[in-house]
């Protein structure tokens, strides 16, 4: 099985042989829908340290604004989600993007709207109503933060598995973190929440207390919401894998989370991103609640550009990451080209089961 940092490069060197050999311009035709939805997460100037296994969420400033002017450049027009549904529906025209923030991090607001200003783009901030709140586990960056910290990272898990593993360079952490990680995701989602929290208290911290210091608060979300180019979203209550949680707790989740926004904001949330968003997270069973819940649509992490049918597949649509480890060009024609999700997706234009 390939490394993170072996995938990484990999990655890398197919968007440098696609733009290269000019595929994405020749395929382009064939494989570019008629819009997209681009996803971020962080936007911060700091460089990550040799241990960053989430550097993936995060990009700089100046790939924003690089990124923003490639769309422009490529005849995207920029639109808001509540345009989407009647771009779909139309006849194919010029391409448009929507941007789209997940979790609500502070750094959005302070790195990130300034560039989108100056482009005049619309964006959507999807919000996790507990982070928000000042509490709330954000375990990705918990683990990472403990590993850090650590010099060894000891799990064990339910079935009396256990890891114990070195961590005393970078090097090790990273290995250690992508041990723990994979082991922790594909079992159930109260195990990983009680592994991470044990492995904060050995490194000195509380599980729950990075939320207060990387997300916004509701005084700042009701800031941002004064400018009318930005729309307030839905992430969830305590963004939870919903996928692997009893139907009563997904619903209760995705409509107690946007009540939080409602109540706090004071404007209507009428877009909802499921939290992790792959196909272990949200599926066919969580589409339908997004649908019965009345959100006018509902986006994954399932990758992919959009096209007609999607009009009738509002609660399942596709996003297009914007990766921290591909802050270049070929990455960035490659990703608004579509060629790489022809390949990913076998071809399919939907991707909805």
Same mark, same amino acid.
């Given at each position: 099985?390939?490394?993170?940092?072996?995938?990484?490069?990999? *990655?890398?060197?197919? *968007?440098?042989?696609?733009?290269?050999? !000019?595929?994405?311009?020749?395929?382009?035709?064939?494989?570019?829908?008629?819009?997209?939805?681009?996803?971020?997460?962080?936007? =911060?100037?700091?460089?990550?340290?040799?241990?960053?296994?989430?550097?993936?969420?995060?990009?700089?400033?100046?790939?924003?604004?690089?990124?923003?002017?490639?769309?422009?450049?490529?005849?995207?027009?920029?639109?808001?989600?509540?345009?989407?549904?009647?771009?779909?529906?139309? /006849?194919?025209?010029?391409?448009?993007?929507?941007?789209?923030?997940?979790?609500?991090?502070?750094?959005?607001?302070?790195?990130?709207?300034?560039?989108?200003?100056?482009? /005049?783009?619309?964006?959507?901030? *999807?919000?996790?109503?507990?982070?928000?709140?000042? $509490?709330?586990?954000?375990?990705? %960056?918990?683990?990472?933060?403990?590993? $850090?910290?650590?010099?060894?990272?000891?799990?064990?898990?339910?079935?009396?598995?256990?890891?114990?593993?070195?961590?005393?360079?970078?090097?090790?952490?990273?290995?250690?973190?992508?041990?723990?990680?994979?082991?922790?995701?594909?079992?159930?989602?109260?195990?990983?929440?009680?592994?991470?929290?044990?492995?904060?208290? /050995?490194?000195?911290?509380?599980?729950?207390?990075?939320?207060?210091?990387?997300?916004?608060?509701?005084?700042?979300?009701?800031?941002?919401?004064?400018?009318?180019?930005?729309? %307030?979203?839905?992430?969830?209550?305590?963004?939870?894998?919903?996928?692997?949680?009893?139907?009563?707790?997904?619903?209760?989740?995705?409509?107690?989370?946007?009540?939080?926004?409602?109540?706090?904001?004071?404007?209507?949330?009428?877009?909802? =991103?499921?939290?992790?968003?792959?196909?272990?997270?949200? !599926?066919?069973?969580?589409?339908?609640?997004?649908?019965?819940?009345?959100?006018?649509?509902?986006?994954?992490?399932?990758?992919?550009?959009?096209? =007609?049918?999607?009009?009738?597949?509002?609660?399942?649509?596709?996003? %297009? =990451?914007?990766?921290?480890?591909?802050?270049?060009?070929?990455?960035?024609?490659?990703?608004?080209?579509?060629?790489?999700?022809?390949?990913?997706?076998?071809?399919?234009?939907?991707?909805?089961?």
């Amino acid at each position: 099985m390939l490394s993170s940092r072996n995938r990484r490069r990999l *990655f890398e060197a197919g *968007f440098r042989v696609v733009s290269g050999l !000019g595929a994405d311009r020749w395929l382009e035709p064939a494989a570019r829908g008629q819009g997209l939805i681009l996803t971020f997460h962080h936007v =911060s100037p700091e460089l990550p340290d040799p241990f960053a296994p989430n550097r993936l969420l995060s990009i700089t400033p100046d790939f924003l604004d690089e990124t923003l002017t490639a769309l422009r450049e490529r005849g995207f027009t920029l639109v808001p989600l509540d345009a989407v549904p009647d771009h779909l529906a139309r /006849r194919p025209g010029a391409p448009f993007a929507a941007l789209t923030f997940d979790d609500g991090y502070r750094d959005n607001a302070l790195h990130a709207a300034p560039v989108l200003a100056r482009h /005049r783009a619309p964006w959507t901030l *999807f919000v996790t109503s507990d982070f928000a709140d000042g $509490r709330g586990r954000l375990w990705w %960056i918990e683990l990472e933060r403990a590993i $850090r910290r650590l010099d060894r990272v000891a799990v064990t898990f339910g079935t009396g598995k256990r890891l114990d593993l070195p961590a005393r360079d970078a090097a090790q952490k990273s290995v250690a973190f992508e041990a723990v990680y994979r082991a922790l995701r594909a079992g159930p989602e109260e195990r990983l929440l009680s592994a991470i929290a044990e492995l904060c208290e /050995r490194a000195g911290f509380g599980a729950g207390s990075v939320a207060a210091e990387l997300c916004l608060g509701w005084d700042e979300l009701r800031d941002l919401a004064r400018d009318p180019a930005v729309d %307030i979203g839905a992430h969830t209550r305590s963004h939870p894998m919903l996928a692997k949680h009893a139907v009563e707790v997904a619903r209760a989740e995705i409509a107690g989370g946007r009540a939080r926004i409602e109540r706090a904001v004071g404007r209507r949330v009428r877009h909802l =991103s499921y939290p992790v968003g792959d196909r272990t997270s949200a !599926g066919p069973r969580e589409f339908a609640l997004a649908r019965e819940l009345g959100f006018a649509t509902a986006v994954t992490t399932r990758p992919g550009h959009l096209f =007609s049918e999607h009009a009738d597949h509002l609660h399942a649509l596709p996003r %297009i =990451s914007v990766n921290g480890c591909h802050q270049s060009r070929a990455a960035l024609k490659g990703l608004l080209s579509g060629v790489p999700f022809l390949v990913w997706n076998r071809g399919r234009r939907l991707d909805v089961a």
